[in-house]
């Protein structure tokens, strides 16, 4: 098994490709910390249990993992390496179950909030968001949520190496509020949300 490493925006964060799928079209998934993998996620678990990792995200077809300030890729990189070559190899599953992610987060825009009189413009903001910008920050490791739209203002989540990610704002302000504004007059700005 062959697995491609690729740096992302974020020098905290690798992204890892086994040159497999890894959710195999469920939702990506994000794992904040070690207390969100447990019983969720094998792989995320065993990721967890290399000392300095604090973050794993789950993609369709990568794992970024992030690492913490006072470490260094070159001494964390062949230990994760390990563990995600034995547990593909191994034949485990990515979800514990039928793949419930009661710890980790889901890109789920259930909890999205909006006035039901904006229903035709949240369904343009997140179809360029699927269409536009998910693609793009996939590339770079990580995910965006969608969690609401009042008076203008879109609300949005950066997820796994976007997360934290010192070109995260920048992303958000003159990428995605950019491209939302051009497409969507209704649209005045784009504020992150925890």
Known sequence: MFIQTEQTPNPATLKFLPGRAVLDGADPVDFPDAAAAEGVSPLAGALFEIEGVTAVFLGQDFISVS??????????KPS???????HFTAGRPVLAGSGSTAGGQAS?????????EDEAV??????LLETRVRPAVAQDGGDIVFHGFK????????RGA?????????????GIE????HYIP?????????
Not at 80 to 86: D, K, S, Y
Not at 122 to 127: A, D, F, K, L, T
């Open 67 to 76: 690492k913490a300030d006072d470490r260094e890729w070159y001494v964390l």
């Open 80 to 86: 994760v390496l390990g563990v995600i070559m034995q």
């Open 108 to 116: 789920g825009a259930a909890e999205a909030q909006y006035d039901p």
């Open 122 to 127: 949240v369904g343009q903001i997140r179809e």
């Open 151 to 158: 008076q203008g203002v879109v609300f949005l989540t950066m």
């Open 162 to 174: 976007c997360a934290g990610c010192p070109s995260s704002t920048a992303t958000l302000k003159m």
């Open 178 to 181: 950019n491209m939302l504004r």
């Open 186 to 194: 209704e649209v005045t700005e784009v504020r992150a949300t925890a």
